[in-house]
């Protein structure tokens, strides 16, 4: 028989779309227009344990990263991520929310990330695909000619992605050079 272990009402989490994270006994929620908030939730009750305010809506899914919470930020939506305006990606620290770092970015980053050891692959919507590390820098990146507006995945040292016309890259992950489409 299944049952509803806890329920949060939609006012304290307004526009919550994303997918969530969870890890050592929290989940992670980001939250869109009217919230742009990262809510850190009581995996066994659902209280609040923080909430970090952001400047900016968070549609992107919150990707565990080291010992942090990678996010990626921005005015825009499915419909408009590229042209609606500069975004960002942070890493939060896990229990508190506070901000360790932000990184600028030209359009919104709508997705997850994807955690590959001391590195994350970041997609922001105008098809810049950035290899960032711990401390927030840009260590490498490729341009696709059109936007990206999915999560990247990896294995065995390439990175993937499908850009809006509906192709598929394999990016060699060490050089972020395409190896076939």
Partial sequence: AQRVRWHVAGGQLPDAETALAVHAGRVYVGLGHGGSAVVALDSENGDELSRAALPLPVFSPPTVFGDGLLIGLGPGNFA???????GEVRLLDLTTLQTRWRLPTSASVLNASAAVGD?????????????VDQRGSVVRQWQSPNPILTSPAFSLDTVYCIDTDGVLVALDFQQMQPIWK
């Fill in 80 to 86: 408009n991520a590229t042209t609606a305006g500069a």
């Fill in 119 to 131: 590195e994350a692959i970041v997609c922001v919507a105008d098809g810049h695909v950035l290899v």
